[in-house]
Structures are given as structure tokens and as C-alpha cells.
């Protein structure tokens, strides 16, 4: 490294500081409300915090060391490298642990997985492995009173950062797809949302090699930033609850279809919103009393919820009986996978349930055209198909009945 006047000037205590602000109210946020961003969004937050005060005790190490010449001081001096290659071999680590944070609580459908993931999971034990060794070797040196091979020093800080960036382009498929994911149900454009990648991601990426002339923290810079804008997302996508089912409710359902009626033009057919209903609800709640009425809603909108994909799926309780699905088909699943898994889970639950209740659902939807004047009228057109469906239920029902007779 050429130079450390960022250290020296303090500008980087303070940026480290404000971090440290940034991510306490992150951490204090973001816990009530735990989810999968952020579950992700806490646990880096933490490693971020920890990484925080390496950098902080390193600062002011290397000022006290500077200002007042303490260069030749054994103990001082070993600190600063010992400080000083653990803050890099932490920045080391974030491509990796995002990855491993992303897998486990966002998607097990990354690109890296499987064998790659296994060989990246070598690599980076490997790597600890030889950093940690060298961090022996330096000790040992020290305790002998040997003298320290700055040559050395630097080629292992440069090999970390080496590391840190290879970590980074291979985790940088993943790292595109969460983003871009986080910021699709939001109100940024798909024009938006690259320049927002690009900024995110791909100038820190560039940025990287920096490491090599400047003691300047890009992959920590880079994973705050990450943090903070899963932070806002989350809190932008909190929404009303229904307080019985634990679902979204019908003002979020319309703060929803805002945000996606105001880019109507990336908006097609594979845009599709349906209306569940629960059959003879209104029977079932005047013979069987209330309760149970409140616990078959719970029941089925547990159903709703297990049958959905991770992502690509809105869901809310939308009136009394009454669920509003929306949905984005990809060519791995489609509404109609949906409503076979949803037919599948109820089927199970009436198989489970102690009393005579037999439900089912009636269910109409409709794909998003251009022609529908506004979010109601999307709404009104499945729910036009839903009452249809009844209506030839109730039909078939009657037929039954008579031929019975």
C-alpha cells in the first residue's frame, strides 16, 4: 500500500463513526420486524460493526504512532500490523458471508451453489487458513525479537485484498439478482433499478483495486451501503397487517398496485392478480360460531402463504372471507401452479381438521392489460371471474342434487 494519508487525516475515524450510527439504527429498526432482508440486513450489520471498531482501534493506533513517533516501539508497532491485516481480512470475508447470509435466509436458487459453493467455501477456508498462519508467523517473530520483513507484510495485505476481490466477482451474480429483486416491487424503474446496480455494485467492484494504493475500505463502504438500502426498502414495503391472519390488508394491497400501476409500461400479461374466497363461509360462521370461523381464516391464509413462491407473490386478506393474491409468472411457475399447490394444501387440511367442515375455494383471476382503467377495475375483473366460478359451483351442486332425487 502507497499511501495512508486517509488514516492519518482521521478522515476515516469519522467515516467509521458515522457507520457505526448508521448501523445501530439499522440493528435497532430492523429487529421487531425480522424477515428475510432483513435477517440479512442485522446479521451483516453486526459482522459490520465488529469490522467497525478494527477500524477505529487501527485509526487511532496509526495517528498515536504517527504524531507522536512511536514507530519503533515494538508492541505499538506489532499491534498496527496485527490491527491493520485483520481490517483487511475482514473485508475479505463480507462476499462470502453475504452469499452464505443470502442462501440461507433471501434464496437457495443462487448461482453459485452446489459444488461452486462448496469449492467457494474451500477457497475461503483456505484463505483464513493461510492468514491466520501468517498472523502465527508474525507473533512468533515478534516474540523472538526478530525482525519483521515488511516486504512480507505488504505481499500478505496485498494477497488479502486479492482475495476480497476474486470473493467479489464470484459473488457478483448473486449480489446483481438480490438487488435487483429488492428493488423490482419498489417505485425505481427498470431504468432505475440498473442505474441503482450500478452505483450499488458495480462502481464499488471497480473500486476494489484502490485497496492497493490506499488504505481505503471499499468492500466495508460497499456492504454498509448494502445494509442501509435493504434497511429502507424494508421499511418502505412495511405495510398495514391484518391483525387475525398476520397477511397484508386491503391498504396495502392499493399501496401496492400503486406502485405497479406507476410503471405501467413495464406491466404485461404475466402480471396476473386473483380473488380466493372461501366457500359457504358465511354458513359456516352462523352454525359454527365466530371462533371458528376466525380459525378457518387463519387456517386457509396459512395455506395462501405456504403455497407461495419466496418471491414474485403478494398476498393480503382483502375483506372478510375474501384474499387477494398478485402474482408474477416466470416460466418456472405460473397461476396455475399456484392454485394446484393452494388445492393441494387445502386438500391436506380438511384431511387433518377434527370436525364436518369440508372447505373449498373459488377462485378467479384475471392477466394485467393495458386496457384496465385503474388498480379497482384490475380487482373488479377477478373478482367478476371468482363470483362466476361460485355461481357455476352452485349450479353443479344443484344438479347433483336433483339427479339424487
Known amino acids: 500500500m502507497l499511501s495512508f494519508s486517509f488514516v492519518t487525516d482521521t478522515s476515516l475515524l469519522y467515516f467509521v463513526v458515522i457507520c457505526m450510527l448508521i448501523l445501530c439504527s439499522v ?91 462448496r469449492i467457494f467455501t474451500t477457497f475461503f ?49 448473486d449480489f446483481h439478482k438480490f438487488i435487483y429483486q429488492l428493488l423490482q416491487d419498489t417505485y425505481f424503474s427498470r431504468r432505475g433499478i440498473y442505474i441503482a446496480l450500478g452505483a450499488i455494485l458495480y462502481l464499488q467492484f471497480l473500486l476494489l483495486p484502490l485497496n492497493f494504493l490506499f488504505y481505503a475500505p471499499v468492500m466495508y463502504m460497499f456492504t454498509v451501503i448494502l445494509v442501509y438500502v435493504i434497511h429502507v426498502i424494508s421499511q418502505q414495503k412495511e ?30 400479461a404475466s402480471f396476473k392478480l386473483m380473488v380466493i374466497t372461501i366457500d359457504d ?48 409468472e416466470v416460466p418456472e411457475f405460473n397461476i396455475e401452479d399456484y392454485i394446484n399447490i393452494l388445492n393441494k394444501k387445502i386438500s391436506e387440511l380438511n384431511s387433518i381438521r377434527n370436525d364436518n367442515i369440508e372447505l373449498s375455494l373459488s377462485i378467479g383471476y384475471v392477466a394485467y392489460s393495458h386496457d384496465l382503467k385503474d388498480q379497482n377495475s384490475f380487482i373488479h375483473e377477478a373478482k367478476a371471474n ?6 357455476l359451483k352452485r349450479i353443479t351442486k344443484i344438479r347433483e342434487s336433483t339427479a339424487i332425487l
Open 239 to 268: 405495510v398495514s397487517v391484518d391483525f387475525l391472519t398476520g397477511m397484508n390488508n386491503r391498504n396495502s394491497l392499493m399501496k401496492y398496485l400503486d406502485r405497479l400501476f406507476i410503471k405501467r409500461s413495464e406491466l404485461d
Open 281 to 328: 363461509f358465511k354458513n359456516l360462521n352462523n352454525n359454527y360460531g365466530h371462533e371458528a370461523g376466525d380459525k378457518t381464516l387463519i387456517s386457509v391464509a396459512n395455506c395462501l402463504k405456504s403455497a407461495a413462491p419466496a418471491n414474485g407473490m403478494f398476498l393480503c386478506r382483502f375483506l372478510r372471507d375474501e384474499f387477494v393474491a398478485v402474482i408474477h
Open 27 to 117: 440493528i435497532h429498526h430492523d429487529k421487531p420486524r425480522l424477515n428475510s432482508c432483513t435477517r440479512i440486513s442485522i446479521n451483516a450489520a453486526y459482522l459490520l460493526l465488529l469490522h467497525s471498531v478494527a477500524y477505529a482501534v487501527f485509526c487511532i493506533l496509526f495517528y498515536v504512532t504517527d504524531k507522536y513517533h512511536l514507530g519503533n516501539v515494538k508492541g505499538i508497532r506489532f499491534a498496527l500490523v496485527i490491527v491493520g491485516l485483520l481490517t483487511n481480512y475482514m473485508s475479505f470475508v463480507y462476499p462470502y458471508i453475504l452469499l452464505y447470509l443470502i442462501r440461507r435466509f433471501y434464496s437457495r436458487n443462487t448461482y453459485v451453489r452446489g459444488s461452486n459453493f
Open 125 to 173: 477456508i483456505l484463505c483464513t487458513l493461510i492468514f491466520f498462519a501468517a498472523i502465527g508467523y508474525t507473533t512468533c517473530l515478534v516474540y523472538l525479537e526478530a525482525p519483521l520483513s515488511t516486504v512480507f507484510l505488504h505481499n500478505l495485505d496485498d494477497a488479502i485484498v486479492l482475495a476480497g476481490i476474486i470473493s467479489f466477482a464470484v459473488a457478483l451474480p
Open 386 to 391: 371468482m363470483f362466476k366460478q361460485q355461481e
